[in-house]
Structures are given as structure tokens and as C-alpha cells.
């Protein structure tokens, strides 16, 4: 004979397993909030990891590829002389294929200062807006006015612009060529310090100014009597051959 339990005998074990499938319920949402910090903590070490490990390649390959430059400039120059000489010396500079110096100037733009005070790709401001910050559009802005005003060589953050290298985007970091820059980004503009720093002034690009100013970013642009350039990666050439 099966006894009836009394209700109160009922109502305790309902509302003891109750009890215990809210406390599995939340062990189990804790758990899970765990593992899946864990993983993504373990996730960004990893990648973290990766990067590094191919900067130090990139830069040890960017190393090997200067000390063999050099090796060819040394070649190039016993082998030609005169005039040919000098061409070769000037389609050298214009490609970036060789380190120069001179006079010229320096573009400076940096990040909005709530931009640098946070980490992550996408800093946002106490209202929950993404900050803009500098873009590869604005680079390329300024490297086009002096390019048309006759700069001789350009690079930034130290970076050369040759004939194979461009800035761009990819995600959310600036690359010249493969190599990725970061704010403040300095643009180094060798030739006549005039015509460069009347090119990306304020008083001729009065609207692109205003537009950086409203979101906190002021170009700053000035003169140098010396300015020291690095060569750039040799072009990879794939179909053109030289003419005997």
C-alpha cells in the first residue's frame, strides 16, 4: 500500500527541487561563462604569440633583404659609370629601391587622445560611439599632394614608399606595403621644403583640416634640413626584362 504523502510533505520536497535545479541552473551558467573566458584568454595568447613570432621574421627577412640591397648598390656602382650612372641613381631614388637623405619635411597625425588613452581596435567614447582616428584615406591624402608637389622620396614611420608598396587598411590597422604603422604616423617628404609644406598646409586644404579638427586630430607639419630615408623592398619582377 502506497502511502499518500501529506501536503506539506509535498509542497517541501517541490519546493526543495526547485532549490536544487536553480543551483545546478546557475553552477552550470558559471561553468560555462568560465570555459569560454578561458578559451577566448587562451585564443588572444596564442594569436598574440603568432604575431610576435612573425614580426621577428619580418624583421630578420627585412634585415637580409637590406644587406643584399647594399650588395647590389656596391655591384651596380662598379659596373656602371657617367651618365648611366646617374640615371641609374635616379630611377633608384624615384622606385625607393635605395636609402637617400635631404632636405625636406615632416607631416605628423596622431590619434585623438581619448583614441590613444584605450586599448583595442575599436576605441569608443563614454557614450558608446566608435572614435575615429587616423585612416590609411588621410594618409593617402597627404602623400598625394606631395607627391604632386614634387617630393623625391616619401616614407612613413620610417616605412619607404617604392613602387611596389601602397597604404591601406586591413581590418583595423594601417599597412605600407606589408608592414603595419601605428599613430602618431609621421610622413618624412624629402624635396623642396617650400612647395612640400605649402602643399599640405592649412591654408590650401582648408576643408580636409576642418574635417580632422572636428574629431580631434591637428596635422602638424614641419621643415627639416636633413632628413635620413631608408630604402625600401626591391620590386618583384615577374615579366619585364632588360633591353640589350
Not at 203 to 228: C, F
Request: proline letters at 2%; one cysteine or more.
Amino acid at each position: 500500500v502506497v502511502q499518500e504523502q501529506s501536503p506539506a510533505m509535498t509542497w517541501i520536497t517541490k519546493i526543495l527541487t526547485f532549490i536544487f535545479c536553480v543551483i545546478v541552473g546557475i553552477s552550470g551558467c558559471v561553468i560555462v561563462q568560465e570555459l569560454h573566458m578561458n578559451t577566448r584568454q587562451k585564443v588572444r595568447q596564442e594569436l598574440a604569440s603568432q604575431v610576435a613570432t612573425r614580426n621577428a621574421e619580418q624583421h630578420q627577412l627585412e634585415s637580409d633583404v637590406a644587406t643584399q640591397r647594399s650588395q647590389i648598390d656596391t655591384l651596380t656602382q662598379t659596373l656602371n659609370t657617367g651618365n648611366t650612372n646617374s640615371q641609374t641613381t635616379k630611377d633608384a631614388i624615384a622606385n625607393g629601391t635605395i636609402a637617400v637623405q635631404g632636405s625636406g619635411i615632416t607631416v605628423t597625425l596622431t590619434d585623438p587622445i581619448a583614441a590613444e588613452d584605450q586599448k583595442g581596435d575599436l576605441p569608443r567614447d563614454k557614450n558608446g560611439h566608435i572614435i575615429r582616428v587616423v585612416s590609411d584615406t588621410d594618409l593617402q591624402a597627404f602623400i598625394s599632394q606631395l607627391w604632386a608637389s614634387g617630393a623625391e622620396a616619401i616614407a612613413i614611420n620610417d616605412v619607404r614608399i617604392g613602387v611596389q608598396s601602397s597604404v591601406r587598411v586591413a581590418g583595423q590597422t594601417i599597412l605600407v606595403g606589408v608592414t603595419s604603422v601605428q599613430s602618431p604616423y609621421k610622413i618624412q617628404a624629402i624635396g623642396d621644403q617650400t612647395a612640400l609644406a605649402d602643399a599640405v598646409g592649412k591654408k590650401n586644404n582648408a576643408d580636409l583640416y576642418q574635417s580632422l579638427s572636428d574629431v580631434g586630430i591637428y596635422p602638424d607639419v614641419s621643415k627639416s634640413s636633413k632628413l635620413s630615408l631608408k630604402a625600401s623592398g626591391a620590386p618583384d619582377l615577374k615579366y619585364a626584362k632588360g633591353v640589350k
